[in-house]
Every structure is written in structure tokens, then in C-alpha cells.
């Protein structure tokens, strides 16, 4: 189960494979226990997080053999739910070079052989649909100017493009409107293709989430202003995408973190949250994907991101941020998340389920290795 080629170790902190495995005993582990999420029957608790891959066609957004073996894998060592790399929603989604698309027929009918044997092994596939905004360049988006809440460029430079962030265009209401529009066919397309439902990407300082942000969003129209009015964008997204797929079938990943601004916090975490959850109830939200770099970092009164949400939300929860099994069972035995996802280990471990399970030591993601191959 091992390869002389890769370092191999425990990547969990705090976790020794050979010294009794994981757990004390697998039967009462939850993260192993069936659930019933939406209208997903997913056959454990354990899902892969989304992560950026850039193995697609760089001109046209398709998927290829690789691709469809790497999700496949997955689904074959019994994950319960994948959640896909973001898939951009239009040419002017796209913030990295060689990722897929969702919305042209040629993308739509890639992703159906991915779907097909993810299914044949019995797992469950959601497709993770994604617009950048400002957070990109116009050699990528065909020569057309990022778009953004307002003309203020992202701090840093473009991943794997090595580009200064351009600065973007505002949007005006009709481009807002187009870009809802393109979120929900981008819903509708995925569905076409044979995932079992979406993730709206609204975290990271991408462009759901510069609407959000107010260093992002100088706005004075309905879309500006304080924070509730600045998650107006993100309602309209989601009820957009619930209207083509329902709300069974539509989870929404959101979070404090920006990607060009990694020291950013909320003045007051708590209230945000607050606001926040209060929105997703009013639009009809059942399932909820909290975004944290490391999930046990505290943020606020003793609280971590996924306790304080859980404090609002008394609907389903994943959980992500470099969680290790042992940390991911207290949380799924104390009820803070109802769904725990694992991101590099995954990449690195395409028998991260097995190995789990048979407490066998694992294989250290490393980047130089596995972000130039898929595993």
C-alpha cells in the first residue's frame, strides 16, 4: 500500500498509525456511520474536501481519462461524499490556468464519464460551481477584465500564472444579474452531467465572497453596505441555484478567510456568523460547508469557526481545515459538524478510507510531487 518513491508517515498531528490505529474501536466510530444529507444517502461521514487540480484543457475547460480515474479512486475506497475542484461558471470565472468549466456542452459531456464511475462504485459526486472575480487576470479570461463588486485589485499575484491580480472591472446590476443567471444554468448543467447536486463556492475571497468583504465592496447600491446588505449577492446566488436544483441538493461553502488577505478577521466573528446564518434560513439553506485553514484554531470566546456557527445553525454541517480522524470523531460525537472532509491527505492517499480504517501509515502529501500529477 506504500511507494518507495513518497515519504510515508502519519500526516495527522498528533496521530501515530502504529501505535493502535485511530480510534479505540471502529464499530463506535461515527465518521464510518451512514447519513442521510439532502437528498444524498452517502454510505459514511467522510468527504473530500475541493481542491484546485488544473488538469483540465486550458483552452476549452475540458476533463479527460485522468481525471475520471482520479475521482473514480476515490469512490472506490469508499468516500462518502467528493466534492469536485472548482468548476468556473463562465470564461470570466476563471483564475488559474487549466481549470474545468461547466458551461459549454463539450464540459458538460466530460464530466459525464467522471460521474459514471464515481457512480458505478457507489459513491456520491457534487460538482463545486466557482467565479474568481477579482481574483485573476484578463490573459485568462480571454482578454476580458476580471469582474468584482468594484475596480479594486486583489492583493498578490495569480497561482501557478505568476501575475499581478488585475485590477477589475465594477459590475454593473445587468452584469450581476447575468452572473446569477450563469450560477444557476452552471447548477442545471452539473445535473445534466450526472452529479448529484453542487456546491456554490461563496469563501476565499472569491467573487461571492468579495461582496461580502468590504475592502472589496465599496458599493452604495442594495448590493453595498453594511454586512447584511453586502450579503445580498450571495442570497440571490444561492436562491438562484435552490430554484434550478432545490435546496436538497445545494450545499454553500463559506468562510472568514480571503484568500488575498489571510490575517483577515471579522470585527465581530460571532455577530457575523450570526448574520450570516441568519441570511442562509431565509433563503431555505439546509446544508452548510464552514471553511476554516486549520479547524481548531480558536476565533472567538473559546470557540472555534464551526462551534460559533454551530451556535446559530441547527442544520447540516461539514467540517474542513487540516482536521486529522481523531479531531474530526469528537466533532462529529459532540454534533458541531454532521460530515467531516479531509483535502491533501486525499491527494496523496487516493486509500485514505482503507488506510483509516486498517490504521496503516499514510503518505505524506508533498507538493513538489503532487501537484504536477494526478494520484
Not at 444561492?238 to 484568500?259: M, N, P, Y
Request: glycine share 8%.
Amino acid at each position: 500500500m506504500t511507494s518507495s518513491n513518497h515519504k510515508v508517515a502519519s500526516i495527522f498531528k498528533g496521530t501515530n498509525v502504529n501505535e493502535g490505529g485511530f480510534f479505540e474501536s471502529i464499530e463506535d466510530t461515527k465518521l464510518f456511520d451512514p447519513i442521510q444529507i439532502g437528498s444524498w444517502s452517502l454510505r459514511n461521514r467522510i468527504a473530500m474536501a475541493p481542491m484546485t487540480r488544473c488538469f483540465a484543457d486550458n483552452e476549452t475547460g475540458v476533463v479527460g481519462s485522468d481525471v475520471v480515474e482520479y475521482y473514480r479512486k476515490r469512490a472506490e475506497d469508499g468516500i462518502g461524499l467528493i466534492i469536485t475542484e472548482g468548476i468556473v461558471i463562465s470564461p470570466r470565472a476563471k483564475g488559474n490556468p487549466g481549470v474545468p468549466g461547466i458551461y459549454t456542452k463539450e464540459q458538460i459531456d466530460s464530466w459525464k464519464p467522471v460521474t459514471e464511475a464515481v457512480h458505478k462504485e457507489g459513491g456520491t459526486i457534487i460538482a463545486q460551481i466557482w467565479h474568481v472575480g477579482r481574483m485573476s487576470h484578463r490573459e485568462l479570461s480571454g482578454g476580458q477584465m476580471p469582474q468584482a463588486p468594484s475596480a479594486i485589485a486583489a492583493k498578490g499575484d495569480v497561482p501557478r500564472f505568476r501575475k499581478p491580480y488585475d485590477t477589475p472591472e465594477e459590475m454593473t446590476l445587468e452584469d450581476i444579474q447575468e452572473v446569477i443567471n450563469q450560477y444557476a444554468q452552471a447548477a442545471r448543467n452539473a445535473m445534466e452531467a450526472g452529479f448529484d447536486g453542487v456546491e456554490i463556492h461563496g469563501a476565499h475571497g472569491y467573487l461571492i465572497d468579495q461582496f461580502t468583504y468590504e475592502f472589496a465592496n465599496k458599493r452604495t447600491d442594495r448590493y453595498g453596505g453594511d454586512l447584511k446588505q453586502r450579503l445580498t449577492f450571495m442570497k440571490e446566488v444561492v436562491q438562484a441555484v435552490i430554484e434550478a436544483v432545490g435546496a436538497d441538493r445545494t450545499l454553500l461553502r463559506f468562510s472568514a478567510l480571503k484568500g488575498d488577505n489571510p490575517t483577515y478577521l471579522w470585527e465581530n466573528p460571532e455577530e457575523a456568523i450570526e448574520t450570516f446564518v441568519n441570511m442562509f434560513k431565509e433563503v431555505g439553506l439546509t446544508m452548510i460547508h464552514p471553511s476554516s485553514m486549520n479547524y481548531t484554531d480558536v476565533i472567538s470566546d473559546g470557540n472555534n469557526f464551526h462551534q460559533l456557527v454551530r451556535k446559530y445553525w441547527d442544520g447540516i454541517m461539514v467540517g474542513v481545515g487540516s482536521l486529522n480522524p481523531k479531531e474530526a470523531e469528537k466533532s462529529l460525537q459532540e454534533g458541531t459538524i454532521n460530515v467531516a472532509a479531509f483535502g491533501r491527505p486525499l491527494i496523496a492517499n487516493p486509500d485514505f478510507v482503507h488506510r483509516m480504517k486498517h490504521a496503516e501509515p499514510f503518505i505524506e502529501y508533498d507538493a513538489k510531487v503532487h501537484l504536477v500529477t494526478l494520484v
